[in-house]
């Protein structure tokens, strides 16, 4: 028993096992680099300060003090009717399920697996994103890695897999996925949807690149007949990730248990969700999927092809969002350490998998501009030519 | 095993044993009533809607995207440096501990319960505010109830009890109690301090009305030399509930866990901070405490007095905050619905009781004007005549 400063003290297994996220050890050093390939936020140019301003003006003017009050658990109705207004534009409907506001999709996870979880049995692609999967690890007893493809998380080895253990929940990333970038094909979705009938388990599908992409499948939860699919998004990529606000589409006994735990944390700001409301009713947000979509599109191929051009190829082309997960053939904690000295940011991605992946490096053209992204890819070349 | 509707389906201890908070229950009733003496929700006419607005636009203005990326763990460093010179203003000093920026009082209680709290043994007050007690309870064994008088807890029935059973935490609501509305003595809090110190537990001091009080004796927290006491604290009273931003002080070590169980929800929007370092900076909340103060102790001073002209006497007399705990000497729940038909609405207050409670009923003169108090009162005391 410790005492002054707490260490040794008896705390939960949640206190002993939270560790620091790559992504905020990376985030760390982003001001004192060049080449920014680390980050997961969206493009500071794509951000409608403006119309966000513009908002906060109306809602204090019209709204005043009630605008300010406490959030009602659940969200608020104004919120709430526009994002079931908002579904059909993310390949759902009302009738898929009932809409939880959150504070952005990791508070939803967070909800989600405190809900379900308890020493449970998880499945989840290998690699993942490892700040989401963090709550759902923290609550379960084992994490079991699932190969992940170019089209997406491995159906034939999670059939094997669940056959052989009990498992209470897939945690899935089907849609431009982090960090490996590529999209579950519409095939595999409905194959997940079946397994889940059949073997008992619920899908946690986080989605929240959608909103920046065209021309991916309908998610998973579109072929959900049975509420096993609670599906988790954010306006953090299309709109802004600072307002915090997120939200989940579940069953109405899960939504409504999501709601009763809110009341334990109650962190989702009422006014910012009434700035999304009237961001959504104003119609910003929904024009903003084609053109966000383009522009990540081309620097995402100008990544491609940079990588390709030196030469680096070992890589899945990502289909859509920030991320591309490439084996550097090296220990990329040791490329990581030599890049950063050279003003290169990347994030190494051995945390990202729950089993191997000591030589990928998540690259990411989120924030990056067109010079970081070819520049940074030429540093990067030329370190692993003489490392 | 149940399936469709997740109803029978394994789910985890919390996602069994969390319920609709009565306050929550209370608060849904609230747009149809006449005299709302149930509110925790500060007066609408004391939320400074024109200061808030200016500095959203001030912050979005003069910082533009950078305003809208994702919160870092722990809070933005401006806010942060703000907070820390706000301390004094508390009784705090910066050397008193680390500060930590939530998402309000209550996450902050969530995150310290997810820190400490797996089957260990709690005590709190008897009563206490059953919505900060809740992430508590769904992570410990027990919470054992200490008695409350017009000074606080009973230190002498805290000490039985740690003789007795090895408790982990204890927690309270020392100043301007919630539902009680007294005030521990300065003599309590040095006891408590080095209860803490012999017995070997954390105190969780929860002290959300410090702002809009005056003349109440220094936290428990500036008692504490060897960092036992994790102090929580909110701007939802004294500034406006809805930007979901408050913060606690503790010893590095907690503070820094404290910091990476936020990587688990990211809850806490980032522009609302800058927001609150810019109100903070320009000192528009250090002002309010002396104004906030006279604003609620005439409207409890005229609750008192009003429950004393029609001989409703049963009550400790609050010392500030929001909260009065009446003595109906009959069931809360049945005057509750009685009253509720006559346009009166308070919280019956058995769900704030570990122990008894049966018949009482928590007073608030937070949202109520003064015709509300009076003739709410009166409503009250003609149910209670003729029940």
């Known amino acids: ?101 959150t504070s952005g999709a990791q508070h939803a996870i967070e909800l989600v697996s405190k809900y379900l979880l308890e020493g449970d049995v998880v499945a989840s692609e290998n690699p993942t994103f490892v700040e989401t999967l963090s709550p759902i690890k923290l609550r379960s007893s084992a994490v079991l890695p699932v190969s992940l493809d170019g089209e997406g998380i491995s159906i034939e080895e999670l059939d094997t897999l669940s056959k052989m253990v009990k498992i209470s929940l897939v945690y899935t990333i089907p849609t431009c996925h982090n ?34 992409a065209t021309n991916v499948p309908p998610p998973v939860k579109a072929f959900d007949k049975s509420g096993r699919v609670i599906y988790v998004s954010s306006f953090s990529k299309v709109l802004a990730p600072g307002l915090r606000v997120g939200f989940v589409v579940a069953n109405e006994v899960i939504a409504e248990k999501l709601s009763l735990l809110e009341q334990n944390d109650f962190s989702t700001s009422t006014l910012n969700q009434y700035v999304l ?38 890589f899945h ?18 490329v990581f350490q030599r890049a950063l000295e050279r003003g290169l940011l990347f994030v190494p991605a051995k945390p990202f998998f729950l089993r191997g992946g000591e ?29």
């Not at 030589?359 to 490392?387: H, M, Y």
């Open 179 to 212: 960090p490996a970038g590529v999209t579950m094909c519409e095939e595999r979705r409905k194959a997940l949807v079946e397994m889940a009938e059949q073997r008992d388990f619920y899908v946690l599908e986080d989605d929240p690149y959608r909103p920046i």
């Open 359 to 387: 030589t990928f490096a998540r690259l990411s053209i989120a924030a990056a501009n067109e010079k970081d992204i070819v520049q940074g890819v030429s540093t990067l070349k030329r370190l692993l030519a003489d490392p």
């Open 317 to 334: 082309s990502p289909s859509c969002g920030f991320f591309l997960l490439l084996n550097l053939h090296l220990n990329s904690n040791y």
């Open 1 to 101: 028993m410790g005492g002054s400063t707490g260490e040794g003290y008896l705390v939960s297994r949640i206190g002993k096992e939270i560790e620091l996220s790559p992504v905020e050890m990376a985030s760390r050093h982003s001001t004192h680099v060049n080449y920014n390939l680390a980050s997961g936020s969206p493009d500071p140019v794509t951000i409608p300060v403006d119309e966000i301003r513009r908002s906060y003006n109306t809602v204090l003017e019209e709204m005043g003090p009630k605008a300010l009050g406490y959030p009602g658990a659940g969200g608020q109705a104004a919120l709430v009717k526009e994002i079931e207004r908002f579904l059909p534009h993310l390949g759902l409907n009302k009738s898929d399920g009932k809409v939880v506001v």
């Open 277 to 314: 409301a009237d961001l959504l009713k104003r119609e910003v947000i929904q024009d903003r999927t084609e053109r966000l979509s383009s522009h990540y599109r081309k620097k995402m191929e100008l990544l491609v092809d940079s990588l390709e051009e030196n030469s680096l190829t070992d």
